[in-house]
């Protein structure tokens, strides 16, 4: 298990603040975003449908907790030799809260979305086992972008519940890449939560920074409408159609606002690295910081051409994830968001980070 601890707990408490249908959305994305999700109007028509029988009511949850906390980064990479790693996954299908008072039906790799970050340099040998929580009612696998063979290791790694399986892979190419599971229904598994990242370090590493963070967006296609309360099916017509009831972050509508577990803060004058991994599984996402620009940016994960500099915002195709530098010099929120701002303020697509510090008037005055 070295440099890729797997098997992290979720010590971070969840939200204590229950919020009322649809009427965070504005609160959190208060500036550019003004987001009216619903009406009032609206939410009684919803609260009706509901009561005639629309939804089942929301479920029990498995678990506190889908959204992966996005500073459960590994540590980078600090050997000069090739390596051998004992990495374990579990896929898991639990239900939990897509936002306070709706549940759904989640499929994931260790109980979190996105699956844990995989960090290995290139060179190194993985020996990956894969096991399915006997409570498990589908069969699930795991493909890695960063690997040659059939299937990314799916073909390998398909098992049933209570099984395990056993594959051994070399990193011989760097890059960060998508895992995800690859059964026939992989865009359904994919869209319930089945996806993460594996990062291949180049031999030199990667740029030294402050801090890396690691956040996954996808979407939830559901039988019910966005923010209406109880319990939302998996719609597969809504996927097929590409349709989605969500477009999230970390797996969670609005998990990192002050309406969800809250921003992620970083100190101003931090250089910060973002790896953005997109499961998908159908839509593209145009990633972009709010109040900020991608300094240096790793274009479809690629981490040795020369990267580019200073975009603003970034095609991140399903299946990829890119990675960006960010320099924080003023403080205040950089919201991450998908420019296809419907998603932002309709369908939960944004997270925030708030840079902490003293006042920069030189570069930014509020209050000339
Ligand atoms: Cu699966």
Redesign the pocket.
């Known amino acids: 298990m070295e440099g890729t601890p797997m098997s992290q707990s979720h010590s971070i408490p969840r939200r204590t603040f229950m919020k009322a249908a649809g009427a965070g959305a504005a609160v959190l994305t208060a500036g550019c975003l003004g987001a009216p999700r619903a009406d009032a109007g609206a939410q009684a028509q919803t609260t009706t449908e509901a009561a005639d029988g629309g939804l089942d009511p929301a479920k029990s949850v498995d678990l506190d907790r889908i959204a992966a906390d996005p500073t459960d980064v590994p540590d980078p990479v600090d050997w000069t030799e090739p390596r051998h790693h004992e990495i374990e996954l579990e896929?898991t299908e639990r239900v939990a809260e897509i936002e306070p008072g709706v549940t759904f039906d989640y499929?994931t790799f260790n109980d979190r979305v996105p699956g844990p970050m995989v960090r290995v340099r290139r060179g190194d040998t993985v020996t990956l086992r894969l096991t399915s929580d006997e409570g498990n009612s589908?069969?699930?696998?795991i493909d890695f972008h960063a690997v040659y063979g059939p299937g990314g290791g799916a073909d390998d790694t398909t098992i049933a519940p209570g099984e395990s399986a056993e594959i051994q892979f070399k990193a011989t190419y760097p890059g960060v890449f998508i895992y995800h599971?690859?059964?026939p229904?992989?865009d359904h598994?994919i869209s319930?939560g089945?996806f993460g990242a594996i990062l291949v370090e180049p031999e030199d590493g990667l740029p030294e920074v402050d801090r890396e963070l690691y956040f996954g967006q996808h979407e939830l296609y559901t039988t019910g409408d966005t923010g209406e309360k109880g319990h939302h099916a998996f719609d597969m017509d809504a996927m097929a159609a590409e349709e989605p009831t969500y477009v999230c972050l970390n797996g969670e509508a609005y998990a990192f606002t002050g309406d969800g577990y809250g921003p992620v803060t970083v100190q101003k004058g931090e250089r910060v690295r973002i790896f953005h991994s997109v499961g998908g599984p159908n839509l593209m996402s145009s990633w972009h910081g709010i109040g900020n620009v991608w300094e240096t940016f790793y274009r479809d994960g690629d981490l040795v051409s020369d990267p580019d500099r200073y975009v603003e915002t970034a095609p991140v195709a399903p299946g990829t994830v890119a990675a960006a530098e960010i320099d924080t010099p003023v403080p205040g929120p950089i919201k991450l968001v998908d420019h296809a701002l419907s998603r932002v303020a309709r369908k939960g697509m944004l997270g925030v980070i708030q840079v902490e510090g003293e006042e920069e008037p030189e570069i930014f005055n509020p209050d000339p």
């Not at 589908?138 to 696998?141: Q, R, S, Y």
């Open positions: 896929t499929m589908l069969p699930h696998n599971c690859a059964v229904n992989m598994h319930a089945m």
